[in-house]
C-alpha cells in the first residue's frame, strides 16, 4: 500500500472515523472531535448519510493482519501508524483502557517473537520474570505500546499460570515453580496498583 492508503487502513483497525474525502485516494481518517469509541456509530462516513458499521472482528483482523502478517517496510510503517495512534485514542479518550489498546494488547500476548512466545505452562522457571511496577511504573506509562506490550506479556503468564491451576489434581512442584512468577503481578505493597492487582 502507499503510505496515505497504508494510514486509512491502521485507522480502520483502530476503530477510528474514515470519511470519503475530495482526493485521489477517495477517503482519508476522520476528526476525532465529537467521536468517542463508545459511540453507536459507523467506522465510515459515506454518501447520502450511509455507512460501514463498525465490526470488533474486522478491526482485529485488520490489526492482525497489519502488525503480524505483513512484512518488511510496509510492516514497520504499519507498527509505527499504530502506535502513534495508541497514544492518540488514548488522550483523547482520557484513559489507556480503550476497545483498540485491548485488541493491540491481544495480539502482543500472541506474539511468538516475544520473549514469553515460546513458553509453555510445563516450565515456568522460562517464563519472563515482570512485575506490576515494569508494566505500569511512571517509566512506562507515557509510552502506551510499551506498556501493552508488557501486558499481553502478563495476560501470556497469567494464563499459563491458570492452565496449572485447572488441573485436577494440581500438580504442586509445578505451582512452587510459578509462585515466584506471578507473585509480583498478583499482589504489590504500592497502593497506586491495587486496582490493578484487583482487576
Not at 467506522?43 to 497489519?66: D, F, H, M, T, W
Not at 509505527?80 to 483502557?97: C, G, Y
Not at 511496577?133 to 512506562?140: L, N, Q, S, T
Request: net charge negative; glycine share 6%.
Amino acid at each position: 500500500l502507499e503510505p496515505a492508503s497504508l494510514r486509512v487502513v491502521c485507522s480502520v483497525a483502530a476503530g477510528l472515523p474514515t470519511l470519503r474525502a475530495q482526493s485521489v485516494s477517495g477517503i482519508a481518517g476522520g476528526s476525532l472531535e465529537g467521536w468517542s469509541e463508545n459511540m453507536d456509530s459507523g467506522i465510515a462516513q459515506l454518501a447520502e448519510g450511509l455507512y460501514v458499521p463498525r465490526s470488533s472482528c474486522l478491526n482485529l483482523a485488520l490489526l492482525r493482519k497489519l502488525i503480524v502478517s505483513s512484512s518488511g517496510d510496509a510492516k514497520e510503517q504499519a507498527i509505527k501508524h499504530i502506535e502513534e495512534l495508541l497514544k492518540v485514542v488514548a488522550e483523547h479518550e482520557k484513559h489507556n483502557d480503550t476497545l483498540f489498546a485491548t485488541r493491540y494488547a491481544i495480539l502482543q500476548e500472541e506474539d511468538k517473537t516475544a520473549a514469553h512466545g515460546n513458553c509453555t505452562y510445563e516450565e515456568p522457571e522460562k517464563w519472563p520474570d515482570l512485575a506490576l511496577e515494569d508494566i505500569f511504573g511512571p517509566e512506562v506509562k507515557p509510552n502506551t505500546a510499551r506498556m501493552l506490550q508488557l501486558v499481553g506479556q502478563c495476560r501470556c503468564i497469567l494464563a499459563m499460570y491458570a492452565q496449572i491451576l485447572v488441573q485436577d489434581p494440581i500438580d504442586h512442584e509445578l505451582h512452587t515453580k510459578a509462585v515466584p512468577k506471578v507473585h509480583n503481578l498478583l499482589q504489590t505493597q504500592n497502593p497506586s496498583f491495587r486496582s490493578v492487582c484487583r482487576s
